[in-house]
C-alpha cells in the first residue's frame, strides 16, 4: 500500500517507516523536522518537507495514499503542563488537519500513535483498554482527545484506524539503521545514555519513596522495533476486517528506575552517576500494559523488548558520542 508516514523523520517515525518498507510498502515521510532528523531518512523512501499546520501541503500530500501514519506530535508530559497553547496546536489542531486531508483525499486508514498517558494514575494493573480513560497531563488529554476524533471519522467518513497506545517505548533499531539521536530527551533511557557519554553530569532519579521494591518508578519499556512492527500489523488488521481497533502496547513486564540504571551501567561499563531527587509531579508509582488485545488481534508479540536489547541498542548508537574513559 501507499503509505504517508507523517513525522517519519523522528524516533518513531523513522524506526516505523523503515519497517514498512521492510514488509514491501510504499512510503512517503512528511516533516517539519522540527525534531525529526534528515539522517533519519531511508534511500527508498520519497521526502516531503512539510508542517501539519500547512493545509494544502498536507492535502498534496494526501493525494493517493491509502493509508496515514501520524507521529507527528509533542511528547513531553512536563512541558505541556506549562505550555498548553503549543500542544493545542500541533497535537490538535494539527491532527485535525491530518483527519480533514484523510477525509478529503480518500485516505482510507490511519494508524495513530496515542500513549499510555491518556490513563492518568492508573486504577488497577496491568492497564487493559477498559481502564477508565482520565489523563493527568495535558500531553495525555492531547492523546485521549485526537482518539475520540478519530472515532468520528470512523463513523461518519469511514476512516478506519488503529490507535496504538505505547507505553515506554525506547531502544533502537536492532540492525543498527537508525541512528539520529533524540534531541533535548527527557525520558530515562536517553537520560541515563547521554549520562553515560558524559553528555550530562548525573542522572536525576525522581524519587525513591514509591510504593514499590525499590522505591523508584516502575515502567514497561517496549523496544522501538517491536512497535514500529504493531503499525504495519495494526494496518493489515483494519484493512483486513474493515474495522478500527484501539490497543495497548507494552511488554508487560515493569523495571524500575534503579533495575534500568544497574542494566544501562552493565552493558555500557561506563560509570553513569546518579543522584536521588524529589518526586517529578505527576509521575505514578508504576505503569504496565496487557497486551492481551494486541496480541489476539494483531498477532503482536514483542520481540526485542527484554532490558539487555533495550540498553545494547540504545549504547550501540549513543556510544559513538562518548567523551572520557
Ligand atoms: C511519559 C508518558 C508516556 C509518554 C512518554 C513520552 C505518562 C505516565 N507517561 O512516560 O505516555 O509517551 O512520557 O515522553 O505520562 N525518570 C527519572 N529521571 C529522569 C527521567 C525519568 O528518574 O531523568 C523516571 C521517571 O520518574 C519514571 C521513569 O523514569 O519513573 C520513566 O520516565 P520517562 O522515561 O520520562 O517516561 P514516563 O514519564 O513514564
Not at 68 to 93: C, Q, T, W
Not at 146 to 162: H, N, Q, S, V
Not at 177 to 189: D, F, K, S, Y
Not at 298 to 309: K, V
Request: glycine share 8%; proline share 4%; net charge negative.
Amino acid at each position: 500500500m501507499k503509505i504517508l508516514i507523517i513525522g517519519g523523520a523522528g524516533y518513531i517515525g523513522s524506526h516505523t517507516a523503515r519497517e514498512f518498507l521492510d514488509r514491501g510498502h510504499e512510503v512517503t515521510v512528511f516533516d517539519n523536522l522540527s525534531s525529526g532528523l534528515r539522517q533519519n531518512l531511508f534511500a527508498e523512501e520519497a521526502f516531503v518537507y512539510g508542517d501539519i499546520m500547512d493545509y494544502p501541503a498536507l492535502l498534496r500530500a494526501a493525494k493517493g495514499a491509502d493509508c496515514f501514519v501520524h507521529l507527528a506530535a509533542f511528547k513531553a508530559v512536563g512541558e505541556s503542563m506549562v505550555a498548553p497553547e503549543k500542544y493545542s496546536r500541533n497535537n490538535i489542531s494539527g491532527s485535525v488537519n491530518i483527519l480533514n486531508a484523510a477525509a478529503e483525499a480518500g485516505v482510507r486508514y490511519l494508524i495513530f500513535s496515542s500513549s499510555a498517558a491518556v490513563f492518568g494514575q492508573p486504577e488497577y494493573l496491568p492497564i487493559d483498554e477498559q481502564h477508565p480513560v482520565h489523563p493527568e497531563s495535558y500531553y495525555g488529554f492531547t492523546k485521549a482527545e485526537i482518539e475520540r476524533f478519530l472515532a468520528w471519522y470512523d463513523k461518519l467518513k469511514g476512516i478506519r484506524y488503529g490507535s496504538l497506545r505505547y507505553f515506554n517505548a525506547a531502544g533502537y533499531d536492532v540492525r543498527g539503521r537508525v541512528t539520529g539521536l533524540e534531541q533535548n530527551p527527557a525520558n530515562l533511557i536517553p537520560v541515563i545514555m547521554e549520562t553515560a557519554c558524559r553528555i550530562r553530569p548525573e542522572l536525576q532519579v525522581f524519587g525513591d519513596d514509591y510504593d514499590t521494591p525499590d522505591g523508584t518508578g516502575l515502567r514497561d519499556y517496549v523496544h522501538v522495533n517491536d512497535l514500529a512492527a504493531a503499525h504495519v500489523l495494526a494496518l493489515d488488521y483494519i484493512s483486513k476486517h474493515d474495522k478500527s481497533v484501539t490497543v495497548n502496547l507494552g511488554s508487560e513486564a515493569g523495571f524500575s528506575v534503579l533495575e534500568v540504571l544497574d542494566a544501562a551501567r552493565r552493558v555500557t561499563g561506563r560509570e553513569i552517576p546518579a543522584k536521588v531527587v524529589g518526586r517529578r509531579p505527576g509521575d505514578p508509582a508504576k505503569l504496565t500494559a496487557s497486551a492481551k488485545l494486541a496480541r489476539e488481534l494483531l498477532g503482536w508479540q514483542p520481540h526485542h523488548s527484554d532490558l539487555e536489547t533495550l540498553i545494547s541498542t540504545s549504547w550501540n548508537v549513543y556510544k559513538g558520542f562518548a567523551r572520557g574513559a
